[in-house]
């Protein structure tokens, strides 16, 4: 049986610049990078990690857009986090809200939506 998801991946356009983005606002740590033989166009793949939370960049040399899709983080303190996010000019999708609880421990989380350098969604919640 499957026990998790063991990583999201997304391609972006500027490796450096998605790592740094990651690592500065949402604490992760870039942990292993690597060619793809044999894969044309693929420049580089980039591995994330926060906690038990993996994200993997895919570089590649020609244009390819993310579309249809978004992770979402927990924050341990969502005005905070928030406010950092929108005070450092990232756009905001979705305003914060108060969502309906899916489980009684998340009564009374807020959920807010940013996007990302590439045009992904980045959900948090908490």
């Given amino acids: ?3 998790r998801i063991d990583h999201v991946a997304f391609s972006v356009k500027d490796r450096q610049k998605s790592i740094d983005f990651y690592e500065k606002y949402f604490g992760f740590k870039k942990y292993f990078e690597h ?22 960049f895919e570089h ?6 993310n579309r249809g899709y ?5 924050s341990g303190d969502f005005d905070s986090d928030y406010q950092k996010l929108k005070n450092a000019g ?10 309906e609880p899916r489980l009684l421990h998340e ?7 940013f996007q990302g350098p ?9």
Avoid: A
């Fill in 1 to 3: 049986m499957f026990k």
């Fill in 35 to 56: 060619d793809v033989p044999g894969v044309p166009n693929l420049e580089k793949v980039v591995y994330l990690q926060l906690g038990d939370t993996v994200l993997e």
């Fill in 60 to 65: 590649w040399s020609n244009e390819k857009e």
């Fill in 70 to 74: 978004h992770f979402c983080l927990i």
């Fill in 90 to 99: 990232i756009p905001v999708v979705t305003e914060p809200h108060i969502p």
């Fill in 107 to 113: 009564t009374g989380w807020k959920r807010v939506v």
């Fill in 118 to 126: 590439d045009g992904e969604l980045i959900e948090f919640r908490g």
